[in-house]
């Protein structure tokens, strides 16, 4: 699979050092399933959550 060999290619698994991996999609079930064969496990998940106001709505602080 392309996706395994470039992460063997990039990530060096035969090399000790500590790795990290950044803003992978959940939804890439692919890479994260070879990231997780790999070792790597999650420690944080991010959430986006946006609201839009149109002119007429205000903001309060309560």
Known sequence: MIINAALS????PDQP?????FNIRSSN???????DELGYVTTMEQVLMVRAY????TVTAS
């Open 9 to 12: 290619e990039i990530l060096h």
């Open 17 to 21: 050092m500590k790795r990290s991996a």
């Open 29 to 35: 079930s692919v890479l994260v399933e070879l990231l």
């Open 54 to 57: 149109d002119e007429q709505q």
